[in-house]
């Protein structure tokens, strides 16, 4: 996924929007920005498929060797996916945010929830003032 | 951020060479350049500079110092021979500590002797109004904070005796582990020492400010092709998290005494007083203190400060520092526990935002230099 066609969180999650079985499905990783604050990233929580997830609560959280951060949904709707191979691999993780990075799968629940999202320039404009 | 953080003469350095710069005990500090884990084995497998410039220098002279030294610190200064080095604590009335400190024993060019504490930087004003209350009018010495016209670099790493040894002028390979010189630093006049908070073999320099990026720039040039290069806050406090080394604030505050804390061998009661004897005497014949110890777990997830240790459903201690182990690949902590709970191999648990993650009693320090 290009990083230009994604919608962003204030919190530095990315949000790729497609539709799966005609039905809006969100994928949600962390930004290239984000990995590269946090470094030394030793270990992740992912949650399980059926979990639902409320915009703006938190899904999962990263640890880095200095930090614990919490992972955000953007949107609301349940689980779908998870992607279950990113926690064994995440020393690869910023290599490859925007794809093979992705965390999980979101079915929204209300579209609505997009509308609050940046897109890239104005997520750029974050990070530059961060 | 507050505009009135002190920087160390190394600051424009570390923001023009991608330093992170956070707020360390009212400085400026570098805490990574990039990966912590890299500047970790970076220092542990060649050697890592470390601008610890923050850290408070004070310098005692007149012919009292030794004495009035002798009063405050929980070992005795007198027959410390020039040029060594001791660890010492400065303790309160009540045992509890106020600092932990270094104190060098130097001689001048011009033969007279004076002694350096060598504090940290979140204790600095305390120490220097401490020991101004304490000082008597018949002390016969003065103190003297020379932290901001001084720079203080430590050079740490297998590799660090070798990169120097050109640099400096005294022989650092006849210069004991704990002992330290004053001498010419890349031209520049400062004190060299065998010292450092890494667990590696390594000297810690302190050169005017005004020669800091000169040493710096130079001690880095030269150690180039040697895997030299800079180190921040962050793996500063991985390196001596694993080699056991307390730090204040964490496992080290003015509610705990040098005995808890597992540093009887910086208790000399023999003899002599000192501020807190009393008190330190009544807590060593008290069963049942609290022990420092060191825990590993079985899963990656970091155990931070404060976060309960857990037996049986009952919490039993408290986490000081925890990290993940760049050398060892595994997550690990300094902890107090109650007594019965000290053992190696005792298995605990770290509740780790609510999820209790098994662990077990390790011996300290958790990582050994070959060298020293």
Redesign the interface.
């Known amino acids: 996924m290009k990083p230009t066609e994604l919608l962003y969180a204030e919190t530095h999650e990315w949000v790729a929007v497609s539709t799966e079985g005609g039905r809006k499905v969100g994928t949600i990783g962390i930004t290239a920005f984000a990995i590269e604050q946090l470094?030394?990233l030793?270990?992740m929580v992912l949650p399980k498929v059926g979990t639902k997830v409320g915009a703006g609560k938190e899904f999962g959280?990263v640890?880095s060797?200095?930090a614990?951060s919490s992972l955000y949904s953007p949107v609301s709707g349940e689980i779908v996916a998870v992607n279950d191979q990113l926690p064994g691999r995440l020393e690869k993780l910023g290599d490859d945010p925007y794809n093979s990075g992705w965390m999980i799968k979101v079915a929204l629940s209300d579209e609505a929830d997009l509308n609050k999202l940046m897109d890239h320039a104005a997520y750029q404009k974050q990070c530059a003032s961060e | 951020m507050s505009g009135a953080l002190n920087q160390t003469p190394l600051h424009a350095w570390h923001a023009a060479h991608g330093g992170r710069m956070v707020d360390f005990a009212g400085w400026s500090m570098p805490v990574q350049y990039g990966s912590i884990i890299d500047e970790h084995q970076a220092t542990r497998t060649a050697v890592g500079l470390f601008d610890v410039s923050h850290m408070g220098r004070l310098r005692i002279d007149g012919p009292g110092g030794a004495a009035l030294l002798d009063r405050l610190l929980t070992r005795k200064v007198t027959g410390l021979g020039p040029g060594k080095i001791r660890y010492s604590l400065v303790c309160k009335e009540d045992g509890g500590i106020l600092d932990d400190v270094l104190v060098y024993h130097l001689r001048q060019p011009q033969d007279a002797l004076y002694h350096q504490l060598v504090v940290n930087a979140s204790n600095r004003e305390k120490i220097v109004n401490w020991f101004r209350s304490q000082m008597r009018a018949d002390d016969e010495a003065t103190l003297t904070d020379q932290t901001v016209e001084t720079a203080m670099i430590a050079v740490q790493g297998p590799s660090a005796l070798r990169l120097l040894e050109p640099l400096v002028g005294a022989d650092l390979g006849g210069l004991a582990y704990y002992s330290g010189a004053e001498t010419s630093i890349c031209g520049h006049r400062g004190i060299v020492s065998r010292t450092g908070y890494t667990g590696e073999d390594g000297c810690e320099l302190i050169v005017p400010a005004a020669a800091a990026v000169d040493v710096w720039t130079r001690v880095l040039e030269t150690g180039k092709d040697q895997g030299a290069r800079a180190v921040g806050l962050a793996a500063r406090d991985t390196l001596r998290l694993e080699a056991a080394m307390p730090l204040y604030g964490h496992e080290l505050n003015e509610c705990i005494d040098p005995l808890t804390a597992d540093l009887a061998c910086a208790v000399n009661f023999s003899g002599r007083d000192f501020v807190g004897r009393e008190a330190l005497l009544v807590i060593q014949a008290k069963p049942g203190r609290p022990r420092r110890v060191g825990l590993e777990l079985v899963g990656r997830r970091i155990p931070r400060e404060h976060y309960p240790i857990v037996v049986g459903g009952e919490k039993i201690g408290e986490v000081t520092s925890g990290t993940f182990s760049p050398t060892l690949q595994k997550s690990i902590a300094m902890a107090y526990v109650q007594p019965q709970f000290a053992e190696v191999g005792t298995e605990v648990a770290v509740d780790i935002r609510g999820a209790m993650e098994p662990a077990h009693v390790v011996k300290l320090p958790f990582y050994h230099s070959r060298a020293k």
């Open positions: 470094t030394d030793v270990h959280e640890e060797v200095k614990v």
